[in-house]
């Protein structure tokens, strides 16, 4: 396994929920992170909360916009390792009343924006290094109705990873999904339903729980530390895809 001490992290997203959560993680083992997000007001927040853990830094930036995305790769520097958990709220319309300005909003955000996220990373990321995408529960038990698109989009992330660990090899590629996770974006899905979906959901999922940021960091910490995983999805979701 190698070591994070004095490496070099990019977590796109990382000034809240599972981002932030990966970006504490990182910053506990030694490395040096860089943030990204489209807050200014987030991203002050979040590099407030880590100052005390480690070294870090921010960067504002729209994971949709091409030229926002190469002037944040111009300006970072070198890096050892890439994490992106940049996401927005789902769609969740039936397939009869999909607005696909909705719809082609959520992909550019959040496949093409990897697409585009990884094109303009190997000009910086150093090889032997490593990307990890962020994909989710949605792909292996959709909601019905609504989960249609939400399920291919992310499920999408697998393969993308299957190929791209091969083009850019000796740099891993992998996956992380997650289950549910009680994150800011998870309350503003659920709104006031959030503490009686989480309690029902914990007495069925086999970890008994609902996960915190700091369970799923763990995954992304490993798909950086494994020098010999790569095209994988790593699925920590407290047994939720069984069930």
Request: aromatic share 6%; hydrophobic share 45%.
């Given at each position: 396994?190698?070591?994070?001490m004095?490496k070099?992290?990019?977590v796109?997203?990382g000034?809240?929920g599972?981002g932030l959560?990966?970006a504490t ?5 030694g490395?040096?992170v ?6 200014q ?5 979040a ?14 930036a729209?994971?949709t ?8 790769f ?10 992106s ?9 039936p397939?009869g ?5 909705v ?13 585009l ?21 949605n792909?292996?038990k959709?909601p ?17 990873a299957h190929?791209?660990?091969?083009e ?13 996770v009680?994150t800011?974006?998870f309350?503003e ?6 503490s009686s979906?989480f309690?029902?959901m914990?007495?069925r999922?086999p970890?008994?729980r609902i996960?915190n940021?700091?369970?799923v ?6 798909a ?6 790569t095209?994988q999805t790593?699925?920590?979701d ?6």
């Amino acid at each position: 396994m190698a070591t994070l001490m004095g490496k070099r992290i990019l977590v796109i997203g990382g000034s809240s929920g599972i981002g932030l959560g990966v970006a504490t993680a990182v910053l506990d083992k030694g490395a040096e992170v860089v943030i990204v997000g489209r807050s200014q007001e987030k991203l002050q927040a979040a590099e407030r909360a880590l100052a005390a853990v480690g070294k870090v830094s921010t960067f504002a930036a729209d994971m949709t916009q091409e030229a926002e995305i190469a002037r944040l790769f111009a300006g970072i520097g070198g890096l050892d390792h890439l994490v992106s958990t940049a996401g927005t709220p789902p769609p969740d319309y039936p397939i009869g009343d999909t607005d696909l300005n909705v719809v082609r909003g959520f992909i550019d955000n959040k496949l093409v924006g990897a697409v585009l996220v990884a094109k303009h990373a190997v000009r910086t990321l150093k090889k032997g290094g490593s990307m990890t995408f962020t994909s989710g529960i949605n792909k292996d038990k959709p909601p019905v109705p609504g989960g249609s698109v939400v399920a291919a989009i992310a499920g999408s992330f697998g393969y993308f990873a299957h190929a791209l660990s091969l083009e850019l090899a000796p740099t891993r590629v992998n996956v992380v999904s997650p289950g549910w996770v009680d994150t800011p974006m998870f309350t503003e899905l659920a709104g006031e339903n959030k503490s009686s979906l989480f309690e029902s959901m914990a007495t069925r999922l086999p970890a008994g729980r609902i996960a915190n940021p700091a369970d799923v960091a763990l995954a992304y910490v490993y798909a950086m530390e494994s020098e010999f995983t790569t095209g994988q999805t790593l699925h920590i979701d407290g047994g939720q895809s069984l069930i």
